[in-house]
């Protein structure tokens, strides 16, 4: 316990000073009650100092304590700008969330568009999810005009990540003709590596097109 008592005390000293990464980990320790007494309001406090400071974290949980009430009276709105603060200083989860409030008209005005663009920022980072979420995009013609090859790109992106389902996806791409230029070899490979981990529907699709052996 001494040891995080002294850490929290090293942060206050360090936020006291104006370091801003330090206002953001003592928010942390009160967040969390490492060091200090669990206090969500104090926690709230320093988030704020530090997104007020430039702080990519402290914008982010700035964001997440209105989200969720925590420590501050809960505001999706607010929440909204916060999130789009950290997510264009470059912050993965926060362009996620911009986009995902932008998809459902969540403390924004629903725009589509606007979705797909900060699902593709949050996609070239690695986001997992986000790659099939341009993927849908581009298969859809959701926010963007329809492209089965842009669909096509992100979904294999995806499945490079182990996804089964942008594994399934691929393949049944390939194998559709869906794609300018079917690979039916690519498509095996993804379907052997979804079947692998026992993904049910690509188990599925292989017995019912005599497939991989089943």
Not at 106 to 124: I, N, P, Q, T
Not at 151 to 173: H, I
Not at 190 to 203: E, K
Request: hydrophobic share 35%.
């Amino acid at each position: 316990m001494s040891k995080e008592r002294n850490t929290a005390d090293s942060y206050r000293k360090a936020a006291l000073a104006g370091d801003a990464k330090a206002m953001n980990n003592l928010g942390v320790c009160y967040t969390r009650g490492y060091g200090v007494k669990e206090n969500l309001s104090l926690a709230f406090k320093w988030y704020m100092e530090a997104a007020q400071a430039g702080d990519t974290y402290g914008c982010f949980n700035v964001a997440e304590s209105y989200y969720y009430g925590h420590g501050v009276v809960q505001d999706i709105r607010k929440a909204f700008e916060w999130y789009l603060r950290a997510a264009e200083k470059g912050d993965t989860q926060s362009q996620v969330n911009v986009a995902n409030a932008y998809y459902l008209g969540e403390g924004v005005e629903k725009d589509h568009l606007k979705a797909y663009v900060w699902y593709r920022e949050a996609a070239f980072r690695g986001h997992l999810q986000s790659q099939k979420n341009v993927a849908v995009a581009y298969w859809n013609g959701d926010g963007v005009e329809r492209d089965v090859e842009e669909c096509a790109f992100w979904y294999e992106l995806a499945a490079q990540q182990g996804d089964p389902q942008a594994q399934l996806a691929t393949a049944w791409l390939h194998l559709s003709g869906s794609v300018s230029q079917p690979n039916p070899q690519k498509a095996k490979k993804w379907l052997y590596r979804a079947t692998l981990q026992s993904y049910q529907p690509a188990i599925k699709y292989c017995k019912e097109h005599h497939l991989l052996g089943y």
